[in-house]
């Protein structure tokens, strides 16, 4: 199976901050790797797939990129509403494997 | 607009065999690429992919859990439906089922609400 590393396991950020999530695949996996969003009590959220496409209604300041085998979730301006716990996928072969996660808190 | 809604039991015995039932609208598994997928995530812990279905009947199995696992759909009903046997306390979980909506895609675009299943005695 693929493993999906995800750091930092936590954040703290303040409104108007810039976030970045980092996600590393155990193998090469050209640019297929999803990014969700989850809030307490809720489902996931899909934010980004494709690396760097944003899906639609999600706000511009998400964006995702790629190098190698390192995947970059980026919030670039925090809101408060972006709080939550954000998971990496990817999206290459099964079985589908997620990182273990990223709690961002608003300070 | 795509909806997905998990049923089943809430609480379930160890040894005991769960079903679960994913009702779906606003798409269906006639469109070809179209697929269901099943997924899991224990209190407090990270996502992981149980199945997936395909609309073409194809059935998907995480490894670990292939012995345990039978997915199935109802095409005409909208549904899909989940029966993991042999329930552990390790298998207390949300369960979500989410859509895949494209033959070359492998992300989820849309997701139920979840259900949490408890195994206990």
């Known amino acids: 199976d693929i493993q999906m590393t995800q750091s930092p396991s936590s954040v703290s950020a303040s409104v108007g901050d810039r976030v970045t999530i980092t996600c590393r695949a155990s193998q090469g996996i050209s640019r297929w790797v999803a990014w969700y969003q989850q809030k307490p009590g809720e489902a996931p959220r899909l934010l980004i797939y494709?690396?760097?496409t944003v899906h639609s209604g999600v706000p511009s300041r998400f964006s995702g990129s790629v190098s190698g085998t390192e995947f970059t979730l980026t919030i670039s301006s925090l809101q408060p509403e972006d709080f939550g716990t954000f998971y990496c996928q990817q999206a290459t072969s099964l079985p589908f494997t997620f990182g273990g996660g990223t709690r961002v808190e608003i300070k | 607009q795509v909806t997905l809604k998990e049923s089943g039991p809430a609480l379930v015995k160890p040894t005991q065999t769960l079903t679960l039932t994913c009702t779906f609208s606003g798409f269906s598994l006639r469109t070809s690429g179209m697929r269901v997928n099943w997924i899991r995530q224990p209190p407090g812990k990270a996502l992981e992919w149980l199945a997936r279905?395909?609309?073409?009947?194809?059935?998907f199995y995480s490894e670990s859990l292939k012995t345990r696992l039978t997915i199935s759909k109802d095409t005409p009903k909208n549904q899909v439906v989940l029966k993991m046997t042999n329930l552990d306390p390790i298998d207390t979980a949300t369960y979500y089922c989410?859509?895949?909506?494209?033959?070359?895609?492998?992300?989820?675009?849309?997701w139920g609400q979840g259900i949490l299943v408890t195994v206990s005695s």
């Open positions: 279905i395909d609309w073409d009947g194809d059935k």
């Open positions: 989410a859509r895949t909506p494209g033959r070359n895609v492998n992300w989820f675009d849309s």
């Open positions: 494709d690396a760097w």
